[in-house]
């Protein structure tokens, strides 16, 4: 169904001026760890970010800030952001991005550079228990300033799950937006199943569509999907289970209906998943936790897949403590290096790190 389209105006909301980022250690290891996000008074949790690169070559790194005493999904938040003007290796101190919306908070970023030249900024407005629902703003000045919100689910209510670093643009322009629908009101990243779907847009985000109902005929509990673009134009989804697997859905018609769900090789516990595109070698990169023993999320891992995704090599270890939890990741690509961030449930904080293609690699 075709969502009733809305105007954009053009709106202040924060100035993001690159201020001098605070420096740290010179970078010299292929793989190094070159910002910790620490909780704080009145800052319980830091999680669920992403990245994007400025056309002056300033990374952006958006977060859910956190603020009060809960740390729960149903506490406030606001969007808060700190840049790099040098590839990644130092960060400045957070600012307002995006003050808290919604009755409880604005969470979960997901940037995207358009094919028009502008940037998207994705995120959710949590209500209630019962209410969750993606919008997106437009920067047509590099972050300055942003478009009013513009609402992506229109045609109903709910609590709807989109993860951080989700949402793509295909190479014919449509946006893809999955999805994780959530009946179980209050438990929207525990135990309870979820219907997957995936919204299309053909008009830079004006407005959604959506086709049926990802099938699940195995009936597991599946939550928080990803898709990425295979090389033949076949979109690939992958989906948190509780099934010590990762599951997979395949669309041939750009995002609009798809083929039931099942297995993958990718050995996972309930935890979700990240898949891109490495730019300059075209392979696919995998970010898990390569765990199907325990329900814990760790170790965290890296891998790579030269075949669209059905083997996996050159698997390294990012993260192994034991008592860590390690999730909601976000990826993107400076130079030779890879920017990883990623929550760490046991501690309620970010952690970014700087990885060499070569290491990866290796």
């Known amino acids: 169904m075709m969502i009733q389209k809305a105007g954009i105006a053009c709106v202040c909301v924060c100035l993001l001026a690159c201020s001098s980022?605070?420096?740290?250690?010179?970078?010299?290891?292929?793989?190094?760890?070159?910002?910790?996000?620490?909780?704080?008074?009145?800052?319980?949790?830091?999680?669920?970010g992403d990245f994007i690169q400025l056309r002056d070559g300033?990374?952006?790194?958006?977060?859910?800030?956190?603020?009060?005493?809960?740390?729960?999904?149903?506490?406030?938040?606001?969007?808060?952001?700190?840049?790099?003007?040098?590839?990644?290796?130092?960060?400045?101190?957070?600012?307002?991005?995006?003050?808290?919306?919604?009755?409880?908070?604005?969470?979960?970023v997901s940037f995207l550079r358009l094919q028009n030249g502008t940037i998207a900024l994705f995120y959710l407005k949590v209500n209630s228990e019962h209410d969750c629902i993606p919008w997106m703003r437009i920067s047509a000045d590099e972050t300055r300033t942003w478009s009013e919100p513009i609402r992506c689910i229109r045609d109903r209510e709910g609590y709807f799950v989109v993860n951080n670093d989700r949402i793509i643009q295909l190479k014919n322009g449509r946006l893809?937006?999955?999805?994780?629908?959530?009946?179980?009101?209050?438990?929207?990243?525990?135990?309870?199943?979820?219907s997957i779907w995936c919204y299309?847009?053909?008009?830079?985000?004006?407005?959604?569509?959506?086709?049926?109902?990802?099938?699940?005929p195995e009936g597991v509990i599946t939550q928080e999907p990803g898709v990425v673009e295979l090389s033949d134009g076949t979109i690939m989804m992958f989906i948190r289970t509780a099934s010590g697997v990762q599951y997979?859905?395949?669309?041939?018609?750009?995002?609009?209906?798809?083929?039931?769900?099942?297995?993958?090789?990718?050995?996972?516990?309930?935890?979700?998943?990240s898949?891109?595109?490495?730019?300059?070698?075209?392979?696919?990169?995998?970010?898990?936790?390569?765990?199907?023993?325990?329900?814990?999320?760790?170790?965290?891992?890296?891998?790579?897949?030269?075949?669209?995704?059905?083997?996996?090599?050159?698997?390294k270890i990012l993260e192994d403590n034991p008592a860590g939890s390690y999730c909601y990741t976000a990826i993107d690509f400076t130079g030779n290096y890879v920017l990883l961030a990623y929550f760490d449930w046991a501690e309620r904080d970010i952690t970014i790190r700087r990885i060499s293609l070569d290491w990866i690699y290796k």
């Open 21 to 48: 980022p605070r420096k740290t250690a010179a970078v010299s290891n292929e793989n190094e760890k070159v910002l910790s996000i620490r909780r704080g008074p009145d800052n319980p949790r830091n999680s669920e």
């Open 58 to 108: 300033t990374i952006c790194y958006a977060y859910s800030h956190f603020t009060g005493i809960s740390d729960s999904d149903f506490g406030n938040a606001y969007i808060a952001a700190r840049t790099s003007d040098d590839g990644g290796k130092t960060w400045s101190a957070d600012r307002v991005m995006i003050p808290q919306e919604g009755a409880l908070s604005a969470m979960s």
């Open 176 to 194: 893809l937006l999955p999805t994780a629908l959530h009946t179980n009101a209050g438990d929207p990243g525990g135990a309870g199943s979820a």
């Open 200 to 216: 299309y847009s053909d008009d830079n985000g004006q407005t959604w569509m959506h086709g049926p109902e990802v099938p699940n």
């Open 275 to 315: 898949l891109v595109r490495i730019p300059s070698t075209h392979d696919l990169l995998l970010v898990w936790n390569n765990n199907g023993a325990t329900p814990n999320r760790t170790p965290l891992n890296m891998a790579v897949s030269k075949d669209e995704g059905r083997t996996w090599i050159h698997t």
């Open 248 to 273: 997979k859905a395949y669309s041939s018609d750009r995002g609009e209906t798809w083929s039931a769900a099942g297995r993958s090789n990718i050995v996972s516990p309930q935890s979700p998943a």
